[in-house]
């Protein structure tokens, strides 16, 4: 781009000579061509015969700066909100440069609020995929990513909103109804389900043992 600043007007030496030497050169691109730019300075001293000065040329130096790359759109997909259920952080990356994406950054978080102010660390969680384990069911899981360019310059990270995981039941209270304790006998499992979201009871796994202790 070019562009003709003009001063005009009777004053001193001393405030033309301030003026001109504040003159500078900003480019607001994100990305700009590092090609040098010219300033050129010439005066009139406002006679009718020959008033222009010779010109006076100030090349600028243009160093490009790599600004950092953002991540939007930061969320978690899952079939269901059940333990093992493979959960996959996904977001949007830009770059103010237009650089390549590099090799992000991801963490996932287990908190027990729904908006993530008590989360902790998953410890080895470092992919954007991640299955849900017991720990986390009745918790609150989430997502994190910190967006790295090509040139590895990293932006700021990034969580998901926290995610619900469903808890596991709970079997309590198991005993054995042996009204008769002669072989042959029918004899019966019994116990407490109790779940934590109030979800009713499916089909539950069975398993007998045999013992030659009572213990």
Do not use: C, M
């Not at 500078?24 to 061509?33: D, H, V």
């Not at 008033?51 to 079939?79: E, F, G, L």
């Not at 299955?131 to 790295?148: H, Q, S």
């Not at 029918?186 to 796994?205: A, H, Q, V």
């Amino acid at each position: 781009a070019t562009g003709i600043l003009t001063l005009s007007g009777t004053t001193t030496l001393l405030n033309y000579r301030t003026a001109l030497r504040s003159v500078r050169y900003r480019n607001k691109s994100e990305a700009p061509t590092t090609t040098n730019r010219i300033v050129s300075f010439t005066v009139t001293d406002g006679s009718a015969v020959n008033p222009a000065s010779n010109i006076i040329n100030k090349t600028v130096t243009i160093t490009a700066i790599n600004d950092a790359p953002v991540a939007t759109n930061v969320i978690i997909t899952a079939a269901n909100d059940r333990i093992g259920t493979l959960n996959t952080g996904s977001f949007t990356f830009t770059d103010p440069d237009g650089d390549d994406p590099g090799t992000h950054s991801f963490k996932w978080y287990r908190s027990i609020s729904s908006d993530g102010s008590s989360a902790t660390l998953i410890t080895g969680a470092i992919t954007a995929t991640y299955r849900p384990a017991k720990a986390d069911g009745g918790n609150y899981i989430g997502f994190e990513v910190t967006p790295v360019d090509e040139f590895g310059l990293a932006g700021l990270p990034v969580r998901s909103a926290f995610r619900y995981i469903n808890a596991n039941p709970v079997a309590t209270n198991a005993t054995i109804y042996a009204p008769l304790t002669q072989p042959g006998s029918i004899i019966r499992g019994r116990f407490t389900y109790s779940d934590k979201e109030g979800n009713p009871r499916g089909n539950s796994i069975f398993y007998w043992y045999r013992s030659t202790v009572s213990n």
